[in-house]
C-alpha cells in the first residue's frame, strides 16, 4: 500500500542555517505530494503542494521537488528564521488508493537565534 | 472567515461513555475525514467522505462511525471508547476528493480516555 518515509526528528539549527527535511514515498498511482506544517496547539496549515512528476512546490521560501525517479519530495529552505520552529508532515494523495491521504510520521524543527 | 470547526477541543471522560466530536465546515467542501495523531505515528486516516451520504474507510476505523447526513458536518462518533483512543483528533475538508487538491484542518480536538 502507499506510505509516506519522513526524517527523523527532532532537528536543531540555528538561524539562518540551510534546512533539508527528507521525504521519500511509496504509491501504487500518481499520487500529489504535499507539505504541511503544525504550530503548537494548531491544526496542519498546507505549506506547499506538487501535482506532477518535476513539479517544484514554494512558498514562504521552503521549496520541495516532486521527483519521480527517486519517488522523494524533500522539503528545504535555505536560511530558516526562528519563526519555522514548528513540526512538518510530508503526505500523499493517491487517486489510484481511492482518495486517502497518507502522511508522514512529523519532523520537529526547533530554530535557535 | 474560511473554517473547519472542532468541539469540542479537549475532553475527558471514561471507558464505554458514548461520546461526539463534531466537525463543521463553511467552505462548501465535497470532501471531509477524520484523522487521529500520535506521538511517532504522525496523522492517520480513521474515515473520509466524499459527499453527503458517502463515507469510506480509512486507515484505523475500528472503534469508530461516522455520518454525513450534511455536506459542512461530519461528526465522528465513539459508541464505547476505550484507553487507547486517547489521542489528538484532526477534522479535515478539501473542495473535492481529487488527489491535487489540500486539505484544511481544524485545530483538534484531544480526548483521554480513562
Given at each position: 500500500g502507499d506510505s509516506v518515509t519522513q526524517m527523523e526528528g527532532p532537528v536543531t539549527l540555528s538561524e539562518e542555517a540551510f534546512l533539508?527535511?527528507?521525504?521519500?514515498?511509496?504509491?501504487?498511482?500518481?499520487?500529489?505530494?504535499?507539505?504541511?506544517?503544525?504550530?503548537?496547539?494548531?491544526?496542519?496549515?498546507?505549506?506547499?503542494?506538487?501535482?506532477?512528476?518535476?513539479d517544484k512546490g514554494s512558498n514562504k521560501g521552503f521549496e520541495a521537488t516532486y521527483r519521480k525517479e527517486t519517488t522523494s519530495f524533500h522539503l528545504e529552505k535555505g536560511s530558516v528564521q526562528v519563526s519555522d520552529s514548528?513540526?512538518?508532515?510530508?503526505?500523499?494523495?493517491?487517486?489510484?488508493?481511492?482518495?486517502?491521504?497518507?502522511?508522514?510520521?512529523g519532523t520537529s524543527l526547533t530554530v535557535i537565534p | 472567515e474560511a473554517q473547519v470547526t472542532q468541539n469540542p477541543r479537549y475532553l475527558i471522560t471514561v471507558t464505554g461513555k458514548k461520546l461526539t466530536v463534531t466537525c463543521s465546515q463553511n467552505m462548501n467542501h465535497e470532501y471531509m475525514s477524520w484523522y487521529?495523531?500520535?506521538p511517532g505515528l504522525g496523522l492517520r486516516q480513521i474515515y473520509y467522505s466524499m459527499n453527503v451520504e458517502v463515507t469510506?474507510?480509512?486507515?484505523?476505523?475500528?472503534?469508530?462511525?461516522?455520518?454525513?447526513?450534511?455536506?459542512?458536518?461530519?461528526?465522528?462518533?465513539?459508541?464505547s471508547p476505550s484507553p487507547n483512543q486517547t489521542s489528538l483528533y484532526f477534522c479535515a475538508s478539501s473542495l473535492t476528493g481529487q488527489s491535487n487538491q489540500p486539505q484544511h484542518f481544524g485545530d483538534g480536538t484531544r480526548l483521554s480516555i480513562l
Amino acid at each position: 500500500g502507499d506510505s509516506v518515509t519522513q526524517m527523523e526528528g527532532p532537528v536543531t539549527l540555528s538561524e539562518e542555517a540551510f534546512l533539508t527535511i527528507n521525504c521519500t514515498y511509496t504509491a501504487t498511482g500518481y499520487p500529489s505530494l504535499f507539505w504541511y506544517v503544525q504550530y503548537p496547539g494548531e491544526g496542519l496549515q498546507l505549506l506547499l503542494k506538487a501535482t506532477k512528476a518535476d513539479d517544484k512546490g514554494s512558498n514562504k521560501g521552503f521549496e520541495a521537488t516532486y521527483r519521480k525517479e527517486t519517488t522523494s519530495f524533500h522539503l528545504e529552505k535555505g536560511s530558516v528564521q526562528v519563526s519555522d520552529s514548528a513540526v512538518y508532515f510530508c503526505a500523499l494523495s493517491d487517486m489510484g488508493t481511492g482518495n486517502q491521504f497518507y502522511f508522514g510520521t512529523g519532523t520537529s524543527l526547533t530554530v535557535i537565534p | 472567515e474560511a473554517q473547519v470547526t472542532q468541539n469540542p477541543r479537549y475532553l475527558i471522560t471514561v471507558t464505554g461513555k458514548k461520546l461526539t466530536v463534531t466537525c463543521s465546515q463553511n467552505m462548501n467542501h465535497e470532501y471531509m475525514s477524520w484523522y487521529r495523531q500520535d506521538p511517532g505515528l504522525g496523522l492517520r486516516q480513521i474515515y473520509y467522505s466524499m459527499n453527503v451520504e458517502v463515507t469510506d474507510k480509512g486507515d484505523v476505523p475500528e472503534g469508530y462511525k461516522v455520518s454525513r447526513k450534511e455536506k459542512r458536518n461530519f461528526p465522528l462518533i465513539l459508541e464505547s471508547p476505550s484507553p487507547n483512543q486517547t489521542s489528538l483528533y484532526f477534522c479535515a475538508s478539501s473542495l473535492t476528493g481529487q488527489s491535487n487538491q489540500p486539505q484544511h484542518f481544524g485545530d483538534g480536538t484531544r480526548l483521554s480516555i480513562l
